[in-house]
């Protein structure tokens, strides 16, 4: 099944959707890539403080007569995203006991994630002439997320479970000794 981070829709208040076919160059895989780079990126600055298994949820493309499980997030083809309630919901949306319209992915995250694969679609085409819009906002994204990864800057993600409840370590050093002979 395909699954994914970033949905079209969520370009769209980055970049035009003819200048992203023009980075893509025409091809998906370049697009993907930049994305998976982004996401990674993100990641290693959040995954010390942040719980990114949960900020990162995959969304499935919502294919008819598949079986979905509950909590499973489908897209359909307007990107709207829905969350399966129950085990086997079925293809009508409009099913209130079976699927809600509703998206889990925070809003400032996505953002990041977009500009930061924009970023990386110039540097692909032209590394060398990447305008100044895209490096200040990949310079604003990255300066951000190093406030948010050590706690200067509130962000509402899920934090990562206390790992010191979970056993004790303790730190010393050797007695200090002397090298006069």
Do not use: C
Request: negative net charge.
């Amino acid at each position: 099944m395909e699954t994914t981070f970033l949905l079209d829709k969520d370009y769209r208040m980055v970049v035009r959707d003819e200048v992203k076919q023009i980075l893509m160059q025409a091809d998906n895989s370049v697009l993907k890539m930049a994305e998976e780079t982004a996401i990674e990126e993100i990641k290693s600055y959040l995954s010390g403080r942040y719980d990114v298994a949960k900020i990162f949820v995959q969304l499935y493309r919502f294919i008819p007569n598949q079986q979905w499980g509950a909590e499973d997030y489908v897209y359909n083809t307007d990107d709207t995203v829905y969350k399966a309630l129950v085990d086997s919901p079925g293809d009508d949306f409009t099913d209130a006991g079976d699927w809600q319209a509703s998206d889990p992915r925070n809003k400032l995250v996505v953002s990041f994630a977009v500009k930061v694969a924009v970023y990386h679609l110039h540097s692909h085409i032209s590394p060398r002439n990447i305008p100044e819009l895209r490096v200040k906002q990949y310079d604003d994204t990255i300066a951000f997320l190093k406030l948010a990864a050590n706690g200067k800057t509130n962000i509402d993600l899920p934090l990562l479970e206390d790992v010191g409840a979970q056993g004790t370590f303790r730190l010393g050093s050797n007695l200090k000794t002397s090298q006069r002979w």
